[in-house]
Each structure stands twice: as C-alpha cells, then as structure tokens.
C-alpha cells in the first residue's frame, strides 16, 4: 500500500467520520432543544402574565443549557472519533512498514534527512530496519533508535545542534493538526 493510498484511504475515512461526527451531533442538538422547548412550551401555558418575564429567563437558561450539552456531546464524539481514526492509521502503518514501498518511502526519508543535515549526521530508525538500512547505506553512521517508533527515520547533524524528525508518527502528527483545523472550520462554517 503506497502514500498516496494510504492519505486517500485516510481523507475517505476523515470525511466518512466527519459526516457521521456532524450528524450526530446534529441530531442530539435538536433533540435537546426540542426538548426544552416542549418544557418552556407547558410553563408559559400554565402561568399567568406575571411570570412571561420568569419564563423568558428560564427559556434563554434552558437552551444555553441544551447549547452546553449539545457542544459537550459533541466535542466527546469528536475526541472519540479522532481516538479513533488515530487507532486505524496506526494499525494500517504498522501493515505498511512491512512492505517494499515503506522500504522505499524509508530510503527516501532518510535521503531527505542527509540532504538537509549532512552526509556525516547521524541517522536513527526502528530497530526492524537497522540490518537494512546499514546495508543499503554503508557509509552514513545509523543507529537503533532508544524511543521505539513505528517507522521512518530520525536524525541528528554531526555538532548535535540541529535535528529532523521524519518518523511515520510525526508525519502524522502533522497531518493530524492540518485535519483538525480542517475539520475544525468546517463544523464551524
């Protein structure tokens, strides 16, 4: 399964749980001020003109209340499903590092960290990719990584001042941001 599968897999799925995220959310909102509104309905009907004002109150109470509720439902089903989503790209990275293109994203990966930091920068990857990696580039200085990764590489220049991280989970992580602001403004729209 390559990159690009592996994103249009993820996009499919973003928009799959945003949609069902929205819904949801949708629907609990409504159902909570129908809700109050049927309670503040009943009170205005049984009171008398002294208690309008009383009722007004309680009806702006009651749905910044259902508002609160609606968004805290909400906000929960976003976190849950965004766990989630995080959970099935794990598990699909951890299917894709065992196949020839995560061999050559790595390869690539760690070119890209020479490129920017030096032939003579020291190169960190999974321990799973150690023997191949000294293989196919005998003359970088690689080493296991001590914090365990699911894949990609990691790198530190020469004088230790400066450093690329280009493990599979920070790739994510970035990613992981641009669709929350995504998913973020959407909702808000």
């Known amino acids: 399964m390559s990159l690009e599968e592996i994103e249009r897999h993820i996009k499919r799925e973003e928009k799959e749980q945003v949609n069902k995220i929205l819904s949801e959310a949708k629907a609990?909102?409504?159902?909570?001020?129908?809700?109050?509104s049927k309670t503040v309905e009943k009170i205005r009907a049984d009171n008398s003109a002294k208690m309008k004002a009383e009722i007004s109150r309680?009806?702006?109470?009651?749905?910044?209340a259902a508002k609160a509720e609606a968004e805290r439902h909400y906000n929960l089903a976003f976190s849950d499903k965004i766990k989630e989503i995080s959970r099935n790209i794990k598990s699909t990275l951890e299917s894709f590092v065992a196949t020839?293109?995560?061999g050559k994203l790595l390869y690539s990966?760690?070119?890209r960290a020479v490129d920017e930091l030096g032939q003579d920068s020291t190169i960190y990857v999974n321990e799973r990719d150690l023997k191949n990696v000294q293989a196919k580039f005998p003359d970088l200085a690689v080493k296991s990584a001590k914090a365990e990764f699911i894949g990609g590489a990691k790198a530190i220049s020469k004088d230790g001042f400066r450093s690329v991280d280009l493990s599979l989970e920070d790739i994510l992580r970035r990613r992981k941001d641009v669709f929350?602001?995504?998913l973020s403004q959407r909702i808000l729209r």
């Open 100 to 102: 020839e293109s995560y």
């Open 58 to 64: 309680i009806l702006d109470t009651e749905t910044n």
């Open 28 to 36: 609990k909102y409504y159902s909570i001020l129908s809700s109050s």
């Open 180 to 182: 929350t602001a995504k």
């Open 109 to 111: 990966l760690i070119k």
